[in-house]
Nanobody
Framework: QVRVVESGGGLAQPGDSLRLSCALSKHNFKVLAMGWYRRVSGEEREPVAMTTIGDSPNADSTSYQDSVKDRFTISRDNAKDAVYLQMRNLKPEDTALYYC??????????????WGRGTQVTVSS
């Protein structure tokens, strides 16, 4: 079992920046990927940014939803088992509940996804 806890959400004005953090509880799993998803009220949860874990931080690969590509940056701290989402130039359409996701190896050919409870980001003037 991995406990996933997000923090850093809040109220921002258009053009502001926010940084989301995601910390994992102690575990013995191999982490394959960590990322951020968001859900706008009444809609499906959608991927925002993902990082696939390489053998070293420099070997990680990242991917972004097109709408955030030039504004959001995902990063991780291997030592702290944490992942971050730096959000810049926030727009009202970024308003959503942001979830952290971690995918771990559970056994041969088996993976498990763990989710946090989410942190609300509201962008409004």
């Amino acid at each position: 079992q991995v406990r996933v806890v997000e923090s850093g959400g809040g109220l921002a004005q258009p053009g502001d920046s926010l940084r989301l953090s995601c910390a994992l509880s102690k575990h013995n799993f191999k982490v394959l990927a960590m990322g951020w998803y968001r859900r706008v009220s009444g809609e499906e949860r959608e991927p925002v940014a993902m990082t696939t874990i390489g053998d070293s931080p420099n070997a990680d690969s990242t991917s972004y939803q097109d709408s955030v590509k030039d504004r959001f940056t995902i990063s991780r701290d291997n030592a702290k088992d944490a992942v971050y989402l730096q959000m810049r130039n926030l727009k009202p359409e970024d308003t959503a509940l942001y979830y952290c996701n971690v995918k771990v190896v559970a056994g041969p050919g088996t993976t498990i996804d763990y989710w946090g409870r989410g942190t609300q980001v509201t962008v409004s003037s």
